[in-house]
Nanobody, 120 residues
Framework: QVQLVESGGGLVQPGGSLRLSCAASGSIFSISAMGWYRQAPGKQRELLAA???????NYAGSVKGRFTISMDNANKMVYLQMNNLKPEDTAVYYC??????????????WGQGTQVTVSS
């Protein structure tokens, strides 16, 4: 069984910063990629940033230059550094991972989400 647990969300003023963390645990053979999504009320879940095991990254246009994704392969962690936060960044943020639990078994896993609220 695989678990993803996010932490680091909270309330921050516009222009502020937050760092989200996500820890993967359980029967993990390998992690191919990890990413961060968010979902605001009444909107679809959107991909913000993703990183592969080799370190390749990609970002949504709305967060490029403000958010940075990083991965600690050894500790099965992924981080999202969020700077210059705006009220429109308010959402529930989810961690996602492409994980093999064996050579033959590869699945997508999600964390439970962490709330980020940007407000003065």
């Amino acid at each position: 069984q695989v678990q993803l647990v996010e932490s680091g969300g909270g309330l921050v003023q516009p222009g502020g910063s937050l760092r989200l963390s996500c820890a993967a645990s359980g029967s993990i053979f390998s992690i191919s990629a990890m990413g961060w999504y968010r979902q605001a009320p009444g909107k679809q879940r959107e991909l913000l940033a993703a990183i592969t095991r080799s370190g390749s990254t990609n970002y949504a246009g709305s967060v490029k230059g403000r958010f940075t994704i990083s991965m600690d392969n050894a500790n099965k962690m992924v981080y999202l550094q969020m700077n210059n936060l705006k009220p429109e960044d308010t959402a529930v943020y989810y961690c996602n991972a492409d994980i093999r639990t064996s050579w033959a078994a590869r699945n997508d896993y999600w964390g439970q989400g962490t709330q980020v609220t940007v407000s003065s």
